[in-house]
């Protein structure tokens, strides 16, 4: 028998939060209910999830304007990493999402590893714009410079108010 709900949390394949879905009986009894994704489409359900639309709606307009202060922010560092190189320029190691994370963590900006949008870890030396995704709607441009303390640093125009840190990999950094 077919019953009416409104969901109070996403579900895939079904629908999102504060949706008025019609399910089975038992998959809203054996599923839904004790998961407590969803609850009856009672006329007081509906009020308090139009409720909640709103405020939902409110949260993620001000975190989607976090995030585009974050990433202007973001697009205007410039930081370098040192990788070690031997006398023919072959790079032993490389530069991955989680020393790409750490090295904005050491420019004050707490980003996690999985928002870095590297395809595969750097392996030469360079600048790099590696994209970061704060948001489902807002990309940041992060400039990464790879560089080895064998080899002679490649000359970067800084522009005022940018912040240089340097970093070494997790790989190389010495242990105390």
Known sequence: MP?????TANVPGLGAEGDQVVVTDGYARNYLFPRNMAVPATAGAVHRIESLKLLRAERERGELEQAQELAKKISKLNSTVELQTGESGKVFGSVTRADIASALGGCGFEIDSKAVLLEEPIKKIGTF?????LHPQV???FKLTVVSPNQPAPRVATE???????TKPKAFQKKS
Request: proline share 5%; no cysteine; net charge positive.
């Open 129 to 133: 714009e590696i994209p970061i995704r």
């Open 3 to 7: 019953t009416s709900l409104v969901l």
């Open 160 to 166: 005022a108010g940018t912040r240089t840190k340097t």
């Open 139 to 141: 990309d940041a441009t």
